[in-house]
């Protein structure tokens, strides 16, 4: 069950049984990372290989996850969720994030060995306040967050390595709540659809990969 619904889900149910089921939720600070594939670097993979290669990398980016204590919330094609939420929660997403983007390079290096595609991936990191429990009917459920911080972290999600040519892009509120060993590199502030106020971007490497920070924009 586990590996359908996820750790954290099935530990809920265990833990709450029969209330697990129930519409009820709660507010609570987290740190979203949403991450996705902004290309292949061979489109024309032959379908019938596809599906091995997408287990490889699924297998890849949700064992990272879970290693550092995430809670991996949907998957949708090649894009992940994935949220934070004990004491620490942006510090851990970070460290994840930057995880993720080297375990990618070493998944590279062995997929070029093997003959198969090398990814490039985008990540968004935010931190704020989602609501959290089951949504949908009493006949089909889904234990989620929902809220405008998880459409924020998506967005920023969509920015990366493609606008502004860092893997992994951060808001002021998770880099308020991280410590200085990430240094993460003011972008600019953007104004999101929806949002008053403009929300300022922070770029991490999450490699030893030099960046120029004018070209990045």
């Known amino acids: 069950m586990a590996a359908y619904a996820g750790q954290s889900v099935l530990d809920r149910v265990l833990k709450l049984k029969e209330k697990a089921f129930t519409l009820d939720r709660q507010s609570k600070e987290m740190t979203m990372v949403f991450t ?7 489109p024309d993979f032959v379908a019938a290989g596809m599906g091995a290669f997408y287990d490889r990398y699924m297998s890849m980016v949700i064992s990272v996850i879970t290693a550092a204590d995430g809670s991996v919330d ?6 992940v969720s994935s949220y934070w939420s004990e004491e620490g929660h942006a510090e851990a997403a970070c460290t994840c994030a930057e995880t993720l983007v080297a375990s990618l390079e070493d ?3 062995e997929n070029k060995s093997l ?10 990191v935010h931190t704020g306040i989602v609501s959290q429990g089951n949504y949908g009917s009493r006949e ?7 809220g405008d911080a998880v459409n924020l972290a998506s967005s920023v999600c969509g920015l990366a390595n493609s606008y502004y040519k860092y893997p992994i892009l951060l808001t002021e509120p998770t880099k308020q709540n991280i410590s200085q060993r990430f240094a993460p590199t003011a972008v600019e502030a953007i104004q999101v659809k929806g949002l008053e ?12 990969t030099a960046v120029n920070t004018d ?3």
């Open 36 to 42: 996705n594939v902004v290309k292949l670097s061979d």
């Open 115 to 124: 003959g198969l595609p090398t990814v490039t991936i985008r990540i968004g």
């Open 107 to 109: 998944m590279n290096q």
């Open 140 to 146: 089909r459920l889904k234990f989620s967050i929902l």
């Open 197 to 208: 106020e403009p929300v300022m971007l922070y770029g991490l490497l999450g490699s030893n």
């Open 215 to 217: 070209a990045a924009r």
């Open 74 to 79: 949907t998957l949708l094609g090649y894009g």
